[in-house]
């Protein structure tokens, strides 16, 4: 089997399985475990996975993207204690802009119903998880629905935020890096949260470990424009630190 070929099957596999393990891809494809090693090391200076010990996950770019199915089955416990811990720092606000993605609607389903609010989102899911809420009032963006996320894009949804003033926005990214900031594969996507950030008073970037380091095709927002980074403990302490160092208060849970 050709080099070429070899990458193009690893790097599919990695984006089915959400991960490519080095044994066993070198084991389906009949070559050496370094030889594996080797492929990922160049796909990974392509930017299209991320290395970890014994394998790699794969990077969503321009051309690959994990639907609302995948994400909503891939490190659930670390995500619901982010998002509860991102609930809790809800303070003051009444108007709270939720993002598309599983995170974000977690956090929706933590948030108190002891008093009114109000919701802003363009998830289908999670406006439809909050409705029943007599204490919640839900705005959902109007536009057009990607069928992988469920959520509405596109200049209605703009034209729609641009028109408010929202007290805290809890935003995620395909991809959070100091270089190159917050970061997501369609410009359409990134078109919506860029847009909520800037007419947001306070912006919180919720996100698991892997999302830091990547950077995707589309960026919509600076990590100093984030009060605080929740994520989970597997992010280094040190590495938690560069971050901070860039403004936000970062938590790790």
Do not use: C
């Not at 984006?15 to 389906?28: F, H, L, P, Y």
């Not at 970890?52 to 051309?63: C, L, M, Q």
């Not at 959902?140 to 805290?168: P, Q, S, Y």
């Not at 900031?181 to 996100?207: C, E, H, W, Y």
């Amino acid at each position: 089997m050709q080099a070429e070929e070899r990458k193009r099957r690893i790097l599919a596999k990695a984006r089915a399985d959400g991960k490519v393990d080095v044994m066993e891809i070198a084991a389906e494809l009949a070559v050496a475990p370094e030889t594996v090693r080797r492929d990922l090391r160049a796909l990974g200076e392509h930017g299209l996975v991320r290395r970890t010990h014994g394998g790699a996950f794969p990077v969503e770019s321009a051309g690959f993207e994990t639907g609302l199915e995948f994400r909503s089955a891939s490190m659930v416990p670390e995500k619901r204690r982010i998002a509860r811990a991102a609930a809790e720092r809800l303070d003051d606000a009444e108007t709270v802009f939720i993002d598309e993605g599983f995170t974000p609607q977690l956090i929706a389903e933590a948030l108190p119903t002891s008093r009114p609010l109000t919701v802003i989102t363009a998830s289908l899911p999670t406006a439809a998880a909050l409705s029943t809420s007599p204490s919640t009032t839900v705005l959902l963006l109007g536009g057009r629905v990607r069928g992988r996320t469920l959520a509405t894009v596109d200049h209605w949804a703009l034209r729609m935020l641009a028109d408010m003033v929202i007290d805290l926005a809890y935003l995620g990214a395909n991809g959070i890096s100091r270089e190159h900031g917050l970061t997501t594969p369609d410009p359409v996507v990134s078109a919506v949260k860029a847009q909520a950030a800037q007419v947001s008073r306070r912006r919180i970037f919720v996100g698991v470990h892997t999302k830091f380091g990547v950077a995707s095709f589309s960026r919509f927002a600076a990590v100093s424009d984030f009060e605080a980074i929740i994520t989970d403990t597997t992010l280094t302490p040190a590495e938690a630190h560069r971050y901070a160092a860039l403004g936000p208060k970062v938590i790790r849970t």
